[in-house]
Protein backbone atom coordinates (compact mmCIF):
# COMPACT_ATOMS: atom_id res chain seq x y z
CA UNK A 1 0.00 0.00 0.00
CA UNK A 2 1.89 3.46 -0.70
CA UNK A 3 1.21 6.13 1.92
CA UNK A 4 1.49 9.68 1.08
CA UNK A 5 0.40 12.78 3.20
CA UNK A 6 -2.32 14.68 1.08
CA UNK A 7 -2.40 18.01 0.61
CA UNK A 8 -6.22 18.65 -0.03
CA UNK A 9 -5.61 22.84 -0.63
CA UNK A 10 -8.26 25.53 0.15
CA UNK A 11 -10.57 25.59 -3.20
CA UNK A 12 -11.05 21.64 -2.79
CA UNK A 13 -12.52 21.35 0.45
CA UNK A 14 -14.24 24.96 0.82
CA UNK A 15 -16.00 24.58 -2.55
CA UNK A 16 -16.17 21.49 -3.94
CA UNK A 17 -16.53 18.60 -0.76
CA UNK A 18 -17.83 16.11 -3.50
CA UNK A 19 -14.67 16.41 -5.25
CA UNK A 20 -12.92 15.40 -2.31
CA UNK A 21 -15.18 13.03 -1.12
CA UNK A 22 -14.67 11.36 -4.25
CA UNK A 23 -10.79 11.84 -4.96
CA UNK A 24 -10.84 10.04 -0.56
CA UNK A 25 -13.36 7.28 -2.66
CA UNK A 26 -10.58 6.54 -5.29
CA UNK A 27 -7.40 6.62 -3.09
CA UNK A 28 -9.05 4.29 -1.19
CA UNK A 29 -10.24 1.88 -4.00
CA UNK A 30 -6.57 2.12 -5.26
CA UNK A 31 -5.09 1.20 -1.90
CA UNK A 32 -3.61 4.84 -1.39
CA UNK A 33 -3.35 5.36 2.09
CA UNK A 34 -3.42 8.94 2.81
CA UNK A 35 -2.77 11.23 5.76
CA UNK A 36 -3.59 14.57 6.78
CA UNK A 37 -1.25 16.35 8.52
CA UNK A 38 -2.25 19.24 10.77
CA UNK A 39 -0.46 22.91 10.54
CA UNK A 40 -0.63 23.49 6.96
CA UNK A 41 -1.44 26.77 5.25
CA UNK A 42 -2.82 27.77 2.03
CA UNK A 43 -0.16 26.11 -0.44
CA UNK A 44 0.19 29.35 -1.02
CA UNK A 45 -1.27 30.24 -4.46
CA UNK A 46 1.10 31.99 -7.18
CA UNK A 47 -0.87 34.85 -8.72
CA UNK A 48 -1.83 36.49 -5.20
CA UNK A 49 0.92 35.47 -3.19
CA UNK A 50 4.08 35.66 -4.54
CA UNK A 51 3.28 39.24 -7.30
CA UNK A 52 2.95 40.60 -3.29
CA UNK A 53 5.91 39.06 -1.57
CA UNK A 54 7.92 36.33 -3.41
CA UNK A 55 9.77 35.80 0.25
CA UNK A 56 6.26 34.77 1.85
CA UNK A 57 5.69 32.69 -0.94
CA UNK A 58 8.70 30.74 -0.73
CA UNK A 59 8.46 30.60 3.17
CA UNK A 60 5.00 29.51 2.97
CA UNK A 61 6.02 26.62 0.31
CA UNK A 62 8.38 25.55 1.71
CA UNK A 63 7.06 25.46 5.69
CA UNK A 64 4.08 23.04 4.34
CA UNK A 65 6.56 20.66 2.57
CA UNK A 66 8.43 21.10 5.69
CA UNK A 67 5.49 20.00 8.33
CA UNK A 68 5.74 16.71 5.38
CA UNK A 69 9.50 15.75 5.62
CA UNK A 70 8.86 16.03 9.65
CA UNK A 71 6.22 13.19 8.92
CA UNK A 72 8.60 11.38 6.75
CA UNK A 73 5.95 11.31 4.27
CA UNK A 74 5.50 12.50 0.19
CA UNK A 75 2.83 14.86 -0.91
CA UNK A 76 -0.05 14.22 -2.80
CA UNK A 77 -2.29 17.02 -4.59
CA UNK A 78 -5.20 16.54 -6.40
CA UNK A 79 -4.92 20.74 -7.09
CA UNK A 80 -2.71 21.33 -10.23
CA UNK A 81 -2.10 25.35 -8.05
CA UNK A 82 -0.95 22.91 -5.34
CA UNK A 83 1.02 20.72 -7.18
CA UNK A 84 2.47 23.68 -9.28
CA UNK A 85 3.22 26.20 -6.45
CA UNK A 86 5.41 23.10 -4.61
CA UNK A 87 7.36 22.43 -7.42
CA UNK A 88 7.91 25.53 -8.57
CA UNK A 89 9.41 26.57 -5.05
CA UNK A 90 11.25 23.38 -4.99
CA UNK A 91 13.29 24.15 -7.95
CA UNK A 92 13.52 27.57 -7.15
CA UNK A 93 14.96 26.70 -3.24
CA UNK A 94 17.11 24.07 -5.04
CA UNK A 95 19.33 26.48 -6.75
CA UNK A 96 19.04 29.58 -4.81
CA UNK A 97 20.96 27.91 -1.69
CA UNK A 98 21.12 31.74 -0.15
CA UNK A 99 17.20 32.34 0.30
CA UNK A 100 16.77 28.14 1.55
CA UNK A 101 18.96 29.21 4.52
CA UNK A 102 16.99 32.17 5.65
CA UNK A 103 13.84 30.31 5.39
CA UNK A 104 15.14 27.80 7.62
CA UNK A 105 16.40 29.67 9.61
CA UNK A 106 13.08 31.00 10.19
CA UNK A 107 11.82 27.52 9.90
CA UNK A 108 13.89 26.19 13.09
CA UNK A 109 11.92 28.85 15.35
CA UNK A 110 8.74 26.55 14.32
CA UNK A 111 10.58 23.47 15.24
CA UNK A 112 11.06 23.03 11.08
CA UNK A 113 13.18 22.20 8.61
CA UNK A 114 12.96 21.98 4.76
CA UNK A 115 15.57 19.54 3.07
CA UNK A 116 13.83 19.31 -0.38
CA UNK A 117 14.34 15.90 -0.90
CA UNK A 118 10.16 14.92 -0.78
CA UNK A 119 8.38 13.86 -3.52
CA UNK A 120 5.65 16.16 -4.81
CA UNK A 121 2.84 14.36 -6.70
CA UNK A 122 -0.23 15.69 -8.53
CA UNK A 123 -2.76 12.58 -8.11
CA UNK A 124 -2.83 12.37 -11.91
CA UNK A 125 0.86 11.51 -12.11
CA UNK A 126 0.80 8.85 -9.46
CA UNK A 127 -2.55 6.96 -11.05
CA UNK A 128 -0.40 7.68 -14.48
CA UNK A 129 3.25 6.52 -12.68
CA UNK A 130 2.78 4.59 -10.13
CA UNK A 131 -0.10 2.93 -11.45
CA UNK A 132 -0.37 2.97 -14.55
CA UNK A 133 -3.88 3.05 -16.87
CA UNK A 134 -3.63 -1.24 -17.18
CA UNK A 135 -4.21 -1.61 -13.62
CA UNK A 136 -6.90 1.17 -12.97
CA UNK A 137 -8.65 -0.06 -15.97
CA UNK A 138 -8.57 -4.00 -13.91
CA UNK A 139 -10.38 -2.42 -11.24
CA UNK A 140 -13.44 -0.87 -13.43
CA UNK A 141 -16.42 -2.48 -12.84
CA UNK A 142 -18.19 -0.43 -15.34
CA UNK A 143 -16.26 0.58 -17.75
CA UNK A 144 -17.04 3.65 -19.77
CA UNK A 145 -18.33 2.09 -23.09
CA UNK A 146 -18.72 4.20 -25.87
CA UNK A 147 -18.59 7.43 -24.10
CA UNK A 148 -16.98 10.21 -25.96
CA UNK A 149 -14.85 12.12 -23.49
CA UNK A 150 -12.12 15.09 -23.62
CA UNK A 151 -9.63 15.96 -21.17
CA UNK A 152 -8.43 19.29 -20.19
CA UNK A 153 -4.84 19.06 -18.22
CA UNK A 154 -4.48 22.37 -17.16
CA UNK A 155 -1.56 24.57 -17.19
CA UNK A 156 -0.55 24.37 -13.93
CA UNK A 157 -0.19 20.32 -14.41
CA UNK A 158 2.59 20.76 -16.84
CA UNK A 159 4.22 24.05 -17.03
CA UNK A 160 6.88 25.74 -16.60
CA UNK A 161 8.70 21.97 -17.54
CA UNK A 162 11.69 22.85 -15.90
CA UNK A 163 10.12 22.99 -12.63
CA UNK A 164 7.15 20.42 -13.23
CA UNK A 165 8.73 17.69 -15.90
CA UNK A 166 5.99 15.00 -15.75
CA UNK A 167 4.26 15.12 -18.74
CA UNK A 168 4.65 16.85 -22.18
CA UNK A 169 4.27 20.24 -21.48
CA UNK A 170 2.93 21.35 -25.14
CA UNK A 171 1.64 17.42 -26.40
CA UNK A 172 0.66 15.66 -23.41
CA UNK A 173 -1.45 12.28 -23.13
CA UNK A 174 -0.99 10.85 -19.93
CA UNK A 175 -5.00 11.59 -18.08
CA UNK A 176 -6.05 10.52 -22.20
CA UNK A 177 -4.45 7.35 -21.29
CA UNK A 178 -6.05 6.72 -18.23
CA UNK A 179 -9.24 7.58 -19.40
CA UNK A 180 -9.09 5.22 -22.78
CA UNK A 181 -7.87 2.42 -20.44
CA UNK A 182 -11.69 3.17 -18.55
CA UNK A 183 -12.89 2.32 -21.86
CA UNK A 184 -13.75 5.65 -22.80
CA UNK A 185 -13.44 6.84 -26.57
CA UNK A 186 -10.49 9.89 -25.74
CA UNK A 187 -11.86 13.09 -27.88
CA UNK A 188 -9.33 15.08 -28.75
CA UNK A 189 -10.12 18.79 -29.58
CA UNK A 190 -8.34 21.97 -31.22
CA UNK A 191 -8.25 24.24 -27.39
CA UNK A 192 -7.53 21.41 -25.68
CA UNK A 193 -3.86 23.09 -24.53
CA UNK A 194 -5.86 26.31 -24.39
CA UNK A 195 -6.07 27.81 -20.54
CA UNK A 196 -9.19 28.08 -18.69
CA UNK A 197 -8.63 31.38 -18.28
CA UNK A 198 -9.99 31.09 -14.00
CA UNK A 199 -6.71 33.40 -13.39
CA UNK A 200 -8.32 36.04 -14.92
CA UNK A 201 -11.45 36.30 -12.89
CA UNK A 202 -9.20 35.90 -9.78
CA UNK A 203 -8.10 39.55 -10.73
CA UNK A 204 -11.27 41.20 -12.17
CA UNK A 205 -11.15 40.18 -15.86
CA UNK A 206 -14.81 38.16 -15.69
CA UNK A 207 -15.28 39.04 -18.96
CA UNK A 208 -12.31 37.82 -20.39
CA UNK A 209 -12.50 34.61 -18.42
CA UNK A 210 -15.61 33.75 -19.62
CA UNK A 211 -14.29 34.08 -23.34
CA UNK A 212 -11.61 31.93 -22.26
CA UNK A 213 -14.14 29.01 -20.50
CA UNK A 214 -16.96 29.78 -23.59
CA UNK A 215 -14.17 29.58 -26.61
CA UNK A 216 -13.47 25.87 -25.30
CA UNK A 217 -16.87 24.79 -24.51
CA UNK A 218 -17.98 25.40 -27.95
CA UNK A 219 -15.17 23.62 -29.08
CA UNK A 220 -16.39 20.37 -27.10
CA UNK A 221 -19.75 20.97 -27.90
CA UNK A 222 -19.11 20.79 -31.70
CA UNK A 223 -17.01 17.86 -30.90
CA UNK A 224 -20.13 15.95 -29.20
CA UNK A 225 -18.48 15.25 -25.98
CA UNK A 226 -20.53 13.09 -23.55
CA UNK A 227 -17.91 14.94 -20.45
CA UNK A 228 -15.03 17.18 -19.93
CA UNK A 229 -12.53 15.25 -17.36
CA UNK A 230 -10.54 17.98 -15.12
CA UNK A 231 -7.94 17.11 -12.66
CA UNK A 232 -7.65 21.40 -10.96
CA UNK A 233 -10.45 22.43 -8.85
CA UNK A 234 -9.48 25.95 -10.69
CA UNK A 235 -10.48 24.55 -14.04
CA UNK A 236 -13.77 22.82 -12.47
CA UNK A 237 -14.72 26.62 -11.15
CA UNK A 238 -14.15 27.41 -14.65
CA UNK A 239 -15.87 24.98 -16.37
CA UNK A 240 -18.84 23.93 -14.29
CA UNK A 241 -20.02 27.30 -11.60
CA UNK A 242 -19.06 29.65 -14.84
CA UNK A 243 -21.08 27.45 -17.32
CA UNK A 244 -23.43 27.48 -15.39
CA UNK A 245 -23.75 31.30 -15.13
CA UNK A 246 -24.03 31.06 -19.01
CA UNK A 247 -26.57 28.83 -19.15
CA UNK A 248 -28.53 30.89 -16.42
CA UNK A 249 -27.79 33.96 -19.22
CA UNK A 250 -29.60 31.39 -21.97
CA UNK A 251 -26.25 30.50 -24.17
CA UNK A 252 -26.68 27.78 -25.93
CA UNK A 253 -24.10 25.70 -23.95
CA UNK A 254 -23.77 22.30 -22.04
CA UNK A 255 -21.12 20.12 -21.51
CA UNK A 256 -20.53 18.19 -18.09
CA UNK A 257 -17.92 18.33 -16.25
CA UNK A 258 -16.19 15.70 -13.95
CA UNK A 259 -13.20 15.37 -11.59
CA UNK A 260 -10.77 12.67 -12.67
CA UNK A 261 -11.38 10.97 -9.56
CA UNK A 262 -15.20 11.31 -9.63
CA UNK A 263 -15.17 9.42 -13.28
CA UNK A 264 -12.99 6.66 -11.40
CA UNK A 265 -15.15 6.12 -8.50
CA UNK A 266 -18.46 6.42 -10.98
CA UNK A 267 -16.22 3.02 -12.84
CA UNK A 268 -15.40 1.68 -10.22
CA UNK A 269 -19.07 0.94 -9.38
CA UNK A 270 -19.91 4.16 -6.64
CA UNK A 271 -23.26 5.74 -7.13
CA UNK A 272 -23.29 9.21 -8.16
CA UNK A 273 -25.07 10.01 -4.53
CA UNK A 274 -22.88 8.34 -2.95
CA UNK A 275 -19.92 11.26 -3.99
CA UNK A 276 -22.46 13.76 -4.54
CA UNK A 277 -22.55 14.42 -8.16
CA UNK A 278 -25.49 16.29 -7.92
CA UNK A 279 -23.94 19.14 -6.04
CA UNK A 280 -22.71 19.98 -9.63
CA UNK A 281 -23.96 23.28 -11.10
CA UNK A 282 -24.08 21.71 -14.46
CA UNK A 283 -25.78 18.74 -14.64
CA UNK A 284 -24.48 15.38 -15.37
CA UNK A 285 -27.56 13.71 -16.01
CA UNK A 286 -27.06 13.30 -19.60
CA UNK A 287 -23.68 11.51 -19.05
CA UNK A 288 -25.11 9.33 -16.72
CA UNK A 289 -27.67 8.30 -19.36
CA UNK A 290 -25.71 7.60 -21.78
CA UNK A 291 -23.49 5.72 -19.67
CA UNK A 292 -26.01 3.51 -18.86
CA UNK A 293 -27.53 2.91 -22.00
CA UNK A 294 -24.16 1.90 -22.95
CA UNK A 295 -23.51 -0.82 -19.71
CA UNK A 296 -26.57 -2.50 -21.61
CA UNK A 297 -25.00 -2.11 -24.77
CA UNK A 298 -22.02 -4.08 -23.51
CA UNK A 299 -24.10 -6.54 -22.01
CA UNK A 300 -25.80 -7.02 -25.79
CA UNK A 301 -22.51 -7.26 -26.95
CA UNK A 302 -21.20 -9.68 -25.18
CA UNK A 303 -24.99 -11.71 -25.81
CA UNK A 304 -23.65 -11.93 -29.66
CA UNK A 305 -19.73 -11.48 -30.15
CA UNK A 306 -16.48 -13.01 -28.80
CA UNK A 307 -15.85 -9.58 -26.83
CA UNK A 308 -12.06 -11.16 -25.97
CA UNK A 309 -11.47 -11.94 -29.69
CA UNK A 310 -12.98 -8.86 -30.92
CA UNK A 311 -10.42 -6.51 -28.79
CA UNK A 312 -7.94 -8.55 -30.00
CA UNK A 313 -8.50 -8.30 -33.21
CA UNK A 314 -9.30 -4.19 -33.10
CA UNK A 315 -6.14 -4.16 -31.27
CA UNK A 316 -4.39 -5.77 -34.28
CA UNK A 317 -5.50 -4.30 -37.24
CA UNK A 318 -3.03 -6.05 -38.99
CA UNK A 319 -4.98 -7.18 -42.09
CA UNK A 320 -7.25 -3.68 -42.40
CA UNK A 321 -5.35 -3.00 -45.66
CA UNK A 322 -5.46 -6.44 -47.35
CA UNK A 323 -9.36 -6.17 -47.47
CA UNK A 324 -9.94 -6.63 -51.42
CA UNK A 325 -12.51 -4.08 -50.37
CA UNK A 326 -10.34 -1.42 -48.89
CA UNK A 327 -8.92 -1.13 -52.11
CA UNK A 328 -11.65 -0.08 -54.30
CA UNK A 329 -13.45 1.93 -51.69
CA UNK A 330 -11.69 3.65 -49.28
CA UNK A 331 -15.02 4.31 -46.86
CA UNK A 332 -15.02 0.62 -45.87
CA UNK A 333 -12.92 0.88 -42.85
CA UNK A 334 -13.61 -2.93 -41.29
CA UNK A 335 -10.91 -2.03 -38.31
CA UNK A 336 -12.89 0.77 -36.99
CA UNK A 337 -16.52 -0.70 -37.43
CA UNK A 338 -14.85 -3.55 -34.91
CA UNK A 339 -13.73 -0.68 -33.03
CA UNK A 340 -17.20 0.91 -32.76
CA UNK A 341 -19.03 -2.73 -32.04
CA UNK A 342 -16.53 -2.64 -28.86
CA UNK A 343 -17.63 0.50 -28.19
CA UNK A 344 -21.04 -0.30 -27.80
CA UNK A 345 -22.31 1.81 -31.16
CA UNK A 346 -24.14 -1.51 -32.69
CA UNK A 347 -27.18 0.35 -33.54
CA UNK A 348 -25.20 3.08 -35.39
CA UNK A 349 -23.02 0.23 -36.99
CA UNK A 350 -26.23 -1.65 -38.34
CA UNK A 351 -27.71 1.94 -39.26
CA UNK A 352 -24.27 3.34 -40.94
CA UNK A 353 -24.89 0.21 -43.79
CA UNK A 354 -21.30 -0.23 -43.82
CA UNK A 355 -21.50 -3.73 -43.02
CA UNK A 356 -23.16 -4.55 -46.43
CA UNK A 357 -20.35 -4.18 -47.81
CA UNK A 358 -17.78 -6.69 -46.26
CA UNK A 359 -18.32 -9.06 -49.29
CA UNK A 360 -17.47 -12.39 -47.15
CA UNK A 361 -14.30 -12.99 -49.14
CA UNK A 362 -12.31 -14.46 -45.84
CA UNK A 363 -9.07 -12.83 -47.16
CA UNK A 364 -8.78 -11.49 -43.82
CA UNK A 365 -9.31 -14.68 -42.35
CA UNK A 366 -6.69 -16.31 -44.12
CA UNK A 367 -4.35 -13.61 -43.42
CA UNK A 368 -4.78 -14.03 -39.72
CA UNK A 369 -2.21 -15.66 -38.10
CA UNK A 370 -4.85 -16.04 -35.13
CA UNK A 371 -7.78 -17.75 -37.82
CA UNK A 372 -9.57 -15.10 -36.12
CA UNK A 373 -10.62 -13.30 -39.49
CA UNK A 374 -13.57 -10.56 -39.44
CA UNK A 375 -15.82 -12.20 -41.98
CA UNK A 376 -18.00 -13.85 -38.70
CA UNK A 377 -18.44 -10.46 -37.36
CA UNK A 378 -20.05 -8.81 -40.57
CA UNK A 379 -22.44 -11.77 -40.74
CA UNK A 380 -23.55 -11.24 -37.32
CA UNK A 381 -24.01 -7.43 -37.29
CA UNK A 382 -25.97 -8.13 -40.93
CA UNK A 383 -28.01 -10.42 -38.95
CA UNK A 384 -28.77 -7.97 -36.31
CA UNK A 385 -29.27 -5.50 -38.87
CA UNK A 386 -31.89 -7.39 -40.72
CA UNK A 387 -33.71 -8.22 -37.00
CA UNK A 388 -33.65 -5.17 -36.69
CA UNK A 389 -35.46 -4.09 -40.42
CA UNK A 390 -32.32 -2.33 -41.58
CA UNK A 391 -29.97 -2.83 -44.63
CA UNK A 392 -30.49 -3.08 -48.58
CA UNK A 393 -34.22 -3.83 -49.46
CA UNK A 394 -32.90 -6.78 -52.04
CA UNK A 395 -31.80 -8.84 -48.35
CA UNK A 396 -35.54 -9.10 -47.20
CA UNK A 397 -36.96 -9.82 -50.68
CA UNK A 398 -34.23 -12.26 -51.68
CA UNK A 399 -35.22 -14.02 -48.31
CA UNK A 400 -38.79 -14.02 -48.74
CA UNK A 401 -38.49 -15.62 -52.19
CA UNK A 402 -36.29 -17.94 -50.96
CA UNK A 403 -38.80 -19.19 -48.09
CA UNK A 404 -41.64 -18.64 -50.54
CA UNK A 405 -39.86 -20.69 -53.91
CA UNK A 406 -36.84 -22.71 -52.19
CA UNK A 407 -34.84 -20.79 -55.08
CA UNK A 408 -33.45 -16.86 -55.66
CA UNK A 409 -34.55 -17.25 -59.34
CA UNK A 410 -37.14 -18.61 -61.46
CA UNK A 411 -35.70 -20.95 -64.33
CA UNK A 412 -36.41 -19.01 -67.57
CA UNK A 413 -38.14 -21.81 -69.50
CA UNK A 414 -37.96 -20.36 -73.03
CA UNK A 415 -34.24 -19.92 -73.19
CA UNK A 416 -34.05 -23.32 -71.80
CA UNK A 417 -36.22 -24.84 -74.51
CA UNK A 418 -34.56 -23.33 -76.89
CA UNK A 419 -31.45 -24.10 -76.11
CA UNK A 420 -32.74 -28.14 -76.17
CA UNK A 421 -33.02 -28.51 -72.49
CA UNK A 422 -36.30 -29.85 -70.48
CA UNK A 423 -37.66 -28.62 -67.48
CA UNK A 424 -36.22 -28.52 -64.51
CA UNK A 425 -37.47 -31.56 -61.56
CA UNK A 426 -39.82 -29.25 -59.21
CA UNK A 427 -38.19 -27.56 -56.25
CA UNK A 428 -38.51 -28.45 -52.95
CA UNK A 429 -39.45 -24.78 -51.88
CA UNK A 430 -42.89 -26.30 -50.53
CA UNK A 431 -40.38 -29.16 -48.37
CA UNK A 432 -38.68 -26.00 -47.35
CA UNK A 433 -41.32 -23.72 -46.07
CA UNK A 434 -43.19 -26.70 -44.12
CA UNK A 435 -39.99 -27.85 -42.43
CA UNK A 436 -39.39 -24.48 -41.39
CA UNK A 437 -43.31 -23.69 -40.57
CA UNK A 438 -42.85 -27.04 -37.60
CA UNK A 439 -42.86 -25.90 -34.31
CA UNK A 440 -39.75 -25.80 -32.40
CA UNK A 441 -40.70 -28.78 -30.40
CA UNK A 442 -42.00 -31.26 -33.25
CA UNK A 443 -38.27 -30.96 -33.79
CA UNK A 444 -37.08 -31.53 -30.75
CA UNK A 445 -38.95 -34.52 -30.17
CA UNK A 446 -37.39 -35.74 -32.96
CA UNK A 447 -34.03 -35.57 -31.67
S1 LIG B 1 -3.34 26.29 -5.43
FE1 LIG B 1 -5.24 27.05 -5.06
S2 LIG B 1 -6.34 25.42 -4.10
FE2 LIG B 1 -4.25 24.89 -4.00
S3 LIG B 1 -3.79 25.61 -1.90
FE3 LIG B 1 -3.13 27.15 -3.38
S4 LIG B 1 -4.83 28.51 -3.49
FE4 LIG B 1 -5.51 26.70 -2.50
S1 LIG C 1 -14.18 -11.05 -45.32
FE1 LIG C 1 -14.93 -8.94 -45.42
S2 LIG C 1 -13.57 -7.80 -44.13
FE2 LIG C 1 -12.56 -9.75 -44.55
S3 LIG C 1 -11.27 -9.33 -46.31
FE3 LIG C 1 -13.19 -10.09 -47.10
S4 LIG C 1 -14.43 -8.29 -47.48
FE4 LIG C 1 -12.74 -7.66 -46.18
S1 LIG D 1 -8.44 -10.57 -38.72
FE1 LIG D 1 -6.59 -11.26 -37.70
S2 LIG D 1 -4.93 -10.23 -38.78
FE2 LIG D 1 -6.80 -9.18 -39.34
S3 LIG D 1 -6.94 -7.50 -37.86
FE3 LIG D 1 -8.12 -9.19 -37.02
S4 LIG D 1 -6.69 -10.28 -35.72
FE4 LIG D 1 -5.45 -8.95 -37.05
Redesign the pocket.
Known sequence: MKEFAVFWGCTIPARFPFIEKATRVMFDDLGAQVHELAGHTCCPEGTLVKANDPDTFYTAAARNLALVEQAGLDVVTPCNGCYSTFKEAQSHLKTHWRERDVINERLEREGLHYGGDLQVIHFAEWLSDGLGAGVIASGAKKPLWGMRIAVHYGCHLLRPQPAVRWDDPLHPTKVEAIVSALGANVVDYTTKMQCCGGALDRVGERDSSLAFCRRKLNDLQNNQVDALVVVCPSCFQQFDLNQAAMQRANENIHVPVLYLSELIALTYGHTPEEIGLDMHRVSVDSFLKKWNARASDKKRIAQNFDVALLGKCFNCSA?KD?????KVDTT?K?TEIIGQVLRGEIDQVIEDGQIW?????????ELCHSGI???ET?RKLKELAIAASKGPESVPQSYKMFMETGTLGKPRESARKKLGMGPLPASGGDAMARLMAEPEDTHKGAE
Not at 322 to 326: A, G, H, I, T
Not at 357 to 365: D, L, P
Open positions: CDCPVCFPKCVECYTCQGMAF
